[in-house]
C-alpha cells in the first residue's frame, strides 16, 4: 500500500526528467493524501508527455459516487489489468506520479512514526500509476488517478508488504505507452538500492552540534507566522546557543533529527520571574516537513512528562494568533488558556497564554 508520499522536488528539475514541455508550479508537499490534487504525467492524443493534476483515489468512469475514490488510491499491480475498476485505464491510460519519496509506518515509543523511503540521488521516483475520468450527476468532470502497487522489496517488507511500483528511466515510455504485456512485466518490486530507508525523525536531547540547526528551524518559522519583530523569541541571545542555555538541572530542550538535520524543537526552562514550581515550554517549533505527523503532540507529552520527573507542578506557554494549530494541541494537551501573562519573559508581543496543572 502506498497512503501517503511527498513530493518538494523543483519543477523545473522534474519537467527535465520526466520530459514534459512545461511541469506545473507548486509550492513544497511533505503530508500527501488521498483525495487530494497531485500532478500526474501521461499522454496527450498525440502522443506527447503533459503533465496535469488528478485527484488521488481513482473513479472508474462507471462509478455512481466519487466517494468510491477513498478505496481506489492503490491497484494492486497483479491484478489491475483484469479489475473492472481498473482495466480500461491499465489498457489506454496509464500515467507516472512523481514522488520526492513516500511514507510507511513503524512502531515507535509506544505508538507509530513514518518511515521514510527516497531514492539516494537527487532525482524524484516515478511511480506507477492509471487516469481515468468521471463526469459528477452535475456535469462536471473529475480527473482521478491510483498508484499501482506490487509486494515489498527487502528493503520495506520489515514496514509494510507492500510498496508503489517503481518505474525506472528508461522504462517510462514503455508503461506509459506500450502494450498491456509490456507495462505488466514492470509490475516488480524496485532493486534495494534504488531507495533509501530512514525514520522522518528521531527525538532526543539537543547537542552542541545541533546549534545552527535549531536556529535555523527558529529563524524559518517564526516569520512564517508574523513572530519576527520586537518582543518575540527570535530575537533572544540564547537562540544561536540553545545546547548551553538549557544545560541547566531544571531545563531541557529536545530535537526531531531526520538524517542528521534539525527539523523542529521544543524546551522546558523554570518560568522567568515565575514561582519555582512553574516551568514554560519553550521554543516548540517545525518545519513544514514534519508537520502533520503528530510531532508537537510528541514534543508536548515528552516535555510534560520531563517537567513532571523534575518536580514542576504546572507548565505555562505563550503564544499569539495565528498559530491555530498549536493553540489546537495546547488544548488537547489539558493547558487552560490565561486572560493574562505570567513571570518576565520578555515575549510582550505574545497574546495567548496557557497552563496546565501537571497530574
Known amino acids: 500500500m502506498c497512503g501517503r508520499y511527498f513530493l518538494d522536488t523543483l519543477p523545473e528539475l522534474l519537467q527535465t526528467q520526466f520530459k514534459v514541455h512545461k511541469f506545473p508550479v507548486y509550492p513544497a508537499r511533505y ?11 501521461a499522454l496527450d492524443p498525440d ?30 499491480g497483479e491484478t489491475a489489468a483484469e479489475k473492472p475498476a481498473f482495466r480500461s485505464a491499465f489498457k489506454s491510460r496509464r500515467c507516472l506520479i512523481p514522488a520526492s519519496g513516500f511514507y510507511e509506518w513503524e512502531p515507535y515509543a509506544g505508538a507509530k512514526r513514518p518511515v521514510v523511503f527516497a531514492p539516494p540521488a537527487d532525482q524524484a521516483l516515478a511511480l506507477a500509476g492509471l487516469w481515468e ?37 528508461e522504462n517510462l515510455e514503455h508503461w506509459l505507452s ?5 507495462a505488466a512485466s514492470l509490475i516488480r518490486p524496485a532493486a534495494n538500492d534504488d531507495l533509501i530507508r530512514a525514520p522522518l525523525y528521531e527525538i ?72 519555582a514550581d512553574i516551568c514554560e515550554l519553550r521554543k516548540m517549533y517545525m518545519l513544514p516537513r ?15 512528562r520531563t517537567a513532571k520527573e523534575m518536580g514542576y507542578k ?19 494537551a489539558g493547558f487552560k488558556p490565561l486572560d493574562q501573562a505570567m513571570g518576565n519573559t520578555g515575549h510582550f508581543a505574545c497574546n495567548r497564554f496557557y497552563l496546565k496543572k501537571m497530574r
Not at 480527473?143 to 517503481?166: E, F, G
Not at 506500450?178 to 509490456?182: M, T, Y
Not at 514534519?290 to 510534560?304: A, D, M, P, Y
Request: net charge negative.
Open 31 to 41: 503530508n500527501i493524501r488521498p483525495s487530494e490534487q497531485i500532478p500526474i504525467v
Open 47 to 76: 502522443g506527447q508527455r503533459v503533465a496535469f493534476d488528478a485527484r488521488w483515489g481513482l473513479v472508474p468512469s462507471w462509478a455512481k459516487d466519487v466517494k468510491i475514490g477513498y478505496k481506489m488510491i492503490n491497484a494492486r
Open 133 to 169: 475520468r468521471w463526469r459528477d450527476p452535475g456535469g462536471e468532470m473529475v480527473v482521478s488517478t491510483t498508484i499501482v502497487t506490487c509486494a515489498a522489496n527487502d528493503l520495506v517488507a520489515p514496514v509494510h508488504d507492500r510498496m508503489p511500483v517503481l518505474i525506472e528511466a
Open 178 to 182: 506500450g502494450s498491456v504485456d509490456e
Open 204 to 275: 532526543r536531547q539537543i547537542e552542541p552540534g545541533d546549534d545552527p540547526g535549531v536556529a535555523n528551524v527558529i529563524r524559518t518559522v517564526m516569520p512564517e507566522f508574523g513572530a519576527e519583530g520586537p518582543g518575540f523569541a527570535i530575537n533572544d541571545p540564547e537562540v544561536d546557543a540553545m545546547c548551553a542555555a538549557y544545560a541547566g538541572e531544571r531545563a531541557r530542550y529536545f530535537v526531531a533529527v531526520h538524517r542528521g538535520k534539525v527539523l523542529g524543537g521544543a524546551g522546558l526552562a523554570p518560568l522567568e520571574g515565575g514561582p
Open 290 to 304: 514534519l508537520r502533520g505527523f503528530s510531532v508537537g503532540r510528541k514534543f508536548i507529552e515528552l516535555c510534560l
Open 314 to 332: 504546572q507548565m505555562y506557554l505563550e503564544t499569539l494568533t495565528g498559530m491555530d494549530q498549536a493553540q489546537k494541541l495546547y488544548l488537547k
